[in-house]
């Protein structure tokens, strides 16, 4: 014991809390600027069995706060570069990868195996399927939020305590309040709240202090101050038999991606479909020869990729239309994997010439 | 009275506090209720009205649509934050 010694010396936590976080299930949702210093913090301090679940691709702009990552990374997938380091720095701990993301048929599948949730995600449709899952399930979750230079934490439906849904009962409308960082954040905030979302997380596992609970954390780092806010559950949304039919658009942009080298080394390597949404004109132009043409008007799938279980790439010219494309694809077709190609054909003839 | 912004609210005022008359001098309503307040602050910043959901604090404790309001609370408009 120690590599722990440090954590198991304080009289409040001892060698119980360390047993507790060594018998510990913890599912991290998302492997960005919240769930990446959580995890490195819950993996170190020895929780026993680490959930991580992301679908995205590393990217240049996420380095500058999500430091787990580095240069060569980019391009590579969250989940496979995360597991790797995470196993690296902790070979005690068991991190269990889930290729997806939490989606409303996934979910209670998923979460059941779990002690306590992460929710590290940077939507609101997630956001409001956790708390559902969690409150059917009877789980807490620890919650960080940012915008800007803000941060929100809180610990939802532990115990008797109050909701998600009893803050903010209503699933705010696409566009109403900037969603996935498209506002900005600065480097460092995602940081200070998911380091606070694992300080939380031991608490509730190991119930040394007195945890979050009830009150809702905002940290204000331009002022700087954090204020508690108090509130109360609504019993209405303590007890729910099933989701909802339907969440909003489950994951930012919608769209799981892949660079343009990662897709012309997945041609060479992996049983896939492409299908390519730009205008008949575009397509008769140039076209890859694997591609199947599905322009926007006419989007569909054909007959036998309706439950195919190969990844589909999907491609036009600057990665937008395919973006948008996947977003309706995956609301029909919820069990396919969709990825856009970063870029598109653009980018995709740079990268060949 | 002091309206603290938080989130989205403080984008769509342009600031981080607001002050709202506790007399009226222009023979406007004062708000004496979160629900009053909510109007009188929407009348001015009509994108307010928008938002589905929209936590107001007083004094640091979740605050209802009925409860009554006065020049010595704090109060903050903290609506729900989705970044990550």
């Known amino acids: 014991m120690d590599r722990y010694i440090r954590q198991t010396a304080l009289p409040d936590f001892g060698t119980d809390g360390q047993d507790r976080l060594t018998a510990a299930k913890v599912l991290v949702v998302g492997l960005g600027g919240l769930g990446l210093p959580a995890l490195q913090y819950l993996n170190a301090m020895g929780v026993g069995t680490i959930g991580i679940m992301d679908m995205d691709t590393v990217e240049y702009h996420n380095l500058q706060r999500q430091i787990l990552y580095a240069e060569e990374d980019v391009g590579k997938s969250k989940l496979e570069v995360a597991l790797r380091k995470l196993q690296s720095q902790n070979s005690e701990t068991e991190v269990v990868p889930h290729a997806t993301f939490l989606s409303k048929e996934n979910a209670l599948d998923v979460i059941q195996n779990y002690d306590v949730v992460v929710d590290a995600s940077d939507n609101f449709p997630t956001r409001y399927l956790i708390n559902d899952t969690c409150v059917i399930l009877n789980k807490p979750f620890v919650y960080g939020a940012l915008h800007g230079f803000e941060g929100h934490v809180s610990v939802f439906n532990y115990g008797e305590g109050p909701t998600y849904r009893c803050l903010y009962p209503n699933e705010p409308k696409a566009d109403e309040v900037p969603d996935c960082n498209e506002n900005g954040v600065l480097g460092v905030i995602p940081g200070i709240i998911g380091n606070l979302q694992a300080l939380e997380t031991i608490k509730v596992l190991t119930g040394v202090g007195e945890v979050l609970a009830g009150r809702l954390l905002v940290f204000d780092g331009l002022q700087p101050t954090f204020r508690t806010i108090k509130f109360q559950a609504n019993l209405k949304n303590k007890s729910r038999d099933a989701l909802k039919e339907h969440y909003g658009i489950l994951h930012c942009a919608g769209v799981a991606t892949l660079s343009v080298e990662v897709f012309s080394e997945k041609r060479m390597t992996t049983d896939y479909a492409l299908l390519d949404v730009r205008t008949a004109g575009e397509f008769s132009k140039h076209r890859l020869a694997e591609a199947i043409h599905v322009p926007m008007d006419k989007l569909d799938l054909p007959e036998h990729l309706k439950n195919t279980s190969k990844p589909i790439y999907v491609i036009c010219q600057s990665g937008r239309r395919s973006e948008q494309a996947i977003a309706r694809l995956q609301e029909t077709y919820p069990e396919l994997n969709f990825y856009n190609v970063l870029g598109g054909m653009n980018q995709l003839s740079l990268h060949t010439h | ?84």
Request: hydrophobic content about 35%.
């Open chain 2, 1 to 84: 009275m002091t309206i603290l912004l938080f989130g989205v609210t403080k984008d769509i005022v342009g600031s981080s506090s607001l002050s709202v008359p506790t007399s009226s001098v222009t023979g406007k309503k004062i708000p004496r209720t979160v629900s009053e307040l909510k109007q009188f602050l929407g009348d001015t910043y009509p994108e307010l009205n928008t938002l589905s959901s929209l936590a107001v604090a007083v004094n640091n404790a979740y605050a209802q649509d009925d409860q009554p309001i006065n020049s010595y609370d704090e109060i903050a408009l903290i609506p729900p934050v989705s970044g990550g």
